[in-house]
């Protein structure tokens, strides 16, 4: 019986993308709209990750705030962190 070996090298268990407790919020006279609210996810390479949820429950948001195309005003990325290929 031969050994399988099942390590593997540092780039391909890393995670390509790597969201970590995203905040976006919008900020309104009428208030404060928490629009994603603590999202965290990795993806990793050669993976798919789909978004998926009601209507309104932040999935475009998460995708327009990873690309940092959110409208300043009225919303602003107020926390978490994005990281791309480290």
């Known amino acids: ?5 099942l390590s593997r090298d540092k780039h391909q268990s890393s995670p390509i993308l790597s969201v970590r407790g995203l905040q976006t919020y919008f900020f ?3 208030g404060v709209a928490r629009a994603v609210d ?3 996810f990795d993806v990793m390479p050669g993976r798919t ?3 998926v949820g009601e209507s309104g429950c ?3 948001i998460t995708a327009l705030s990873i690309l ?6 009225p919303g602003r990325i107020v926390g978490g962190s ?3 290929e480290g």
């Open 1 to 5: 019986m031969n050994a399988v070996d």
């Open 68 to 73: 940092r195309l959110i409208p300043d005003p």
């Open 49 to 51: 990750l789909a978004l």
């Open 28 to 30: 309104t006279d009428a």
């Open 58 to 60: 932040g999935k475009s």
């Open 38 to 40: 603590g999202v965290s």
């Open 82 to 84: 994005i990281l791309f």
